[in-house]
């Protein structure tokens, strides 16, 4: 288990990294992951036998010829040329190495990726891949992929597929929503979920994973794993395959068994995983574990506009949680803070009028009652006033404590925008619709709840 | 049933419009909505006896003072003179009026309600509200609400809550999503969704109705109107007061009954309604209704990613579409066409090296067969390739011939924005994840399906 956690250790914190396959050429993948490597504090060794330089570097060739040690190989070559890579790695006493190269069981070649898998484990070096697109460390300026960067953030995401790893990229920088770390685990020759879970339970700069997961082999070391580290900080997993049609194309995609889905449902259960039923559920549940436990399932949900705000409590008990009545204490203080027609059983409906002192003082309110385990604050951007939206954001940042948890939603396309991101940027969940919002409580209930039990 | 419809017809293709509290303090509502009615080709007055002129207009101290012929008017004044402005405009012979002002059964006060019905029905004018954000006709440039404009499309929208109605248009127009109507319907008085659905029946510039609805008073009255309209173009409707938390705030939102979600359930399928869990499946829905109807479940999935196409044949099969094994000669086509390593079962698994041609020889093959009903065509931005998206798009747009039904989804936030701003813009609904299209899709054939059973 050590060595394990060293060599990725290793992997995401390398000191000096050798890129095989770097070129000038732009058209080639190793150009662009030495070009992605420019924000990397360590040193970078491209090696290519038929450059002299890359990128003004001079390049190597052969990870032999290296003077300094080496920690990670990144290898980005034909297949052909992979295994004898991977010998010289060995003899010069590389640990870890990140196999781009496609070509291997995903279209039916078994063999070649049993052994080089062989060759990496004969040095003792772990391996992520092959038909990856890399791994990225934000906690290390590291973007050893041929993507753009991520933003940094508090979530680690590992996918079986690279494509669907880079859409999630494109669309997570768009959305401004952050990755602590990055791996596409392609074909998992070598590490799998399970060393990854097993790494990232001890990762003190992620607070949750989120998995994009085709198959598993070993369903009973990735239910150990999952479970060991749902205690310490939730597991979300998007299982694909469920469907005929979906199986039978996961079985040429990373050559993955897509298994019964009443079996994964059954181990994600038992190891305390939440399951997103789509990509958008992925992230939202991801990015809500920024919140502390719930003790209780009930919310106080907070708006300044009806309609949303039902939909909120609709969501919120399709999920689990409750929208009880508040306690008449509360309602009669919240009764004295808000607008004479504002509703104040809950959700609590301030109408469009209210506006920092309303929420801060409501939020105040909120936090200090113990019957209120968490808060969904809803803001709709205020009709021809133009008070905007950021006064609420304001009021919510100065008014939370930090001790219950707290998600939002601001709604209004555009003009939310900017209030979206002022709470983000103080630890505060935004989401664009409040359904989104509520399903997202729903998931910090789940494992809030599945930690106390066990 | 003739009147009722020539009075909406009044009412979204006015030849003048007189606004009830028009002012030049940018404070008021009537402020906005004079501002908002810039574009309008018809004649504005504004009616105000505080005030000589607005916006530069004269203004008249009441309606009956106005010269011309009113066709509708917008009031937006305290609730204490509503009923003497329905009064003037009655004996002015205006046949429809939008009353924006709030304070009525919203709060309880179901009396002044009534009032102003009885008022408007003495004098046989059809009234919307009150509670009202107004109402819009892209189709005539009508903004008769105190909103920023909306998008010009194809769907009409309908929202019982005022705020969803004004968040949902700031959405639309930040994700590029147009309505030909829109309808803020406030308490329903007098006109409601049976009335709107009557119009909307024979709207040419509607191709769907979306609707946000708390509940119904005539439960019977909204099924014929629904089904009338839905044998016509498709009905889809987001229902909220589904949770008891939601169901008490209905009340002391729009002064609905939530009613039994069982029942409601019951009454979209015997209507054809199509119904939506939350905003995002409403809006994505009501955008698919540019396509054709499809003649069976059979979709195609095209990818040039793996596990997106995954998840689009996993939400395919869960909403009741298929995604069977292509027939054998169409297998062999594609196979000729596209990449080596390409999957050609469905989905079909271009492989990011795919570009315009294999996309456009693909599409073309897809829709010549006619065992395919729909194509789900996927594009994840090809990474570190710079052949961009674009491509994809052109052949997407070039290659389909407008039988077979066709989404699309392109995956990967900015990148993909302008993709799918030109798909949009050529008739072809793009969505931004797999399974946001697969619903869609569903949607499509759920539609297609109850027409051919009706």
């Known amino acids: 288990m050590n060595q394990r956690k060293d060599s990725l250790e290793t992997m995401f914190y390398p000191r000096s990294i050798a890129v095989v396959g770097a070129s000038n050429n732009p058209k080639k993948i190793g150009h662009e992951i030495v070009k ?33 040690p080496v920690d990670l190989a990144l290898i980005a070559i034909p297949s052909a040329g992979v295994r004898d890579v991977l010998e010289h790695c060995g003899e010069k006493g590389v640990r870890s190495a ?30 992520i891949g092959p038909n990856t697109v890399g791994i990225a460390n934000n906690d290390n300026a590291l973007n ?8 940094q953030g508090h979530i680690a995401f590992l996918s079986q597929s690279g494509a669907l790893g880079a859409a999630i990229i494109y669309k997570t920088v768009y959305e401004h929503l952050g990755f602590s770390k990055f791996v596409s685990l392609g074909n998992m020759a070598d590490i799998d979920f399970c060393d990854m879970l097993n790494y990232l339970e001890h990762d003190n700069a992620t607070k949750s ?22 205690l310490k900080k939730p597991v ?8 005929g049609a979906g199986a039978r194309a996961t079985a040429s995609h ?16 038992q190891a305390g995983v939440i399951r997103a039923p789509n990509i958008d559920r992925l992230l939202d549940a991801a990015k809500v574990f920024s919140q502390p436990r719930m003790d209780g399932n009930n919310v106080a949900i907070i708006t300044n506009a009806g309609g949303p705000g039902i939909l909120a409590a609709d969501e919120c008990e399709r999920v689990g949680l409750a929208v009880s009545e508040l306690p008449n204490a509360l309602q009669e203080k919240l ?120």
């Open 144 to 151: 050893a992929t041929f993507l753009m960067d991520s933003k």
């Open 254 to 269: 990373t050559g993955s068994l897509a298994g019964n889905d009443r079996i994964y449902d059954a181990a994600f259960a």
């Open 335 to 454: 009764r004295a803070l808000l607008p004479s027609y504002a509703s104040v059983k809950n959700p609590i409906d301030t109408i469009a009028q209210a506006g920092h002192r309303e929420y801060f003082e409501s939020i105040k309110a909120l936090q200090c009652d113990k019957s209120i385990d968490a808060i969904l604050a809803i803001i709709v951007v205020p009709t021809f006033t133009n008070i905007g939206m950021n006064i609420h954001a304001r009021a919510l940042i100065e008014g939370w404590d930090a001790s219950t948890p707290l998600v939002t939603c601001f709604m209004s396309g555009e003009v939310a925008e900017t209030s979206m991101r002022l709470v983000d940027a103080h630890g505060i969940p935004s989401y664009p619709t409040p359904e989104r919002a509520a399903w997202a409580l729903g998931a910090l209930w789940k494992h809030s709840r599945w930690c106390n039990e066990h």
């Open 98 to 127: 990140v196999v781009i190269t496609a070509g291997y069981s995903e279209i039916g070649n078994k063999g070649p990726e049993q052994d080089i898998v062989k060759v990496a484990r004969s040095y003792g070096i772990r391996l």
């Open 209 to 230: 994973v989120a998995l994009y997961m085709e198959g598993v082999k070993d369903g009973k070391s990735f239910i150990e794993s999952a479970r060991r580290c749902s």
């Open 36 to 68: 992605n490597l420019r924000r990397f504090k360590g040193t970078v060794y491209p090696v290519n036998p038929r450059e002299k330089k890359v990128g003004g570097v001079r390049s190597y060739p052969t990870v032999r010829d290296i003077e300094g």
């Open 236 to 243: 979300i997993a998007l299982k694909s395959g469920i469907s």
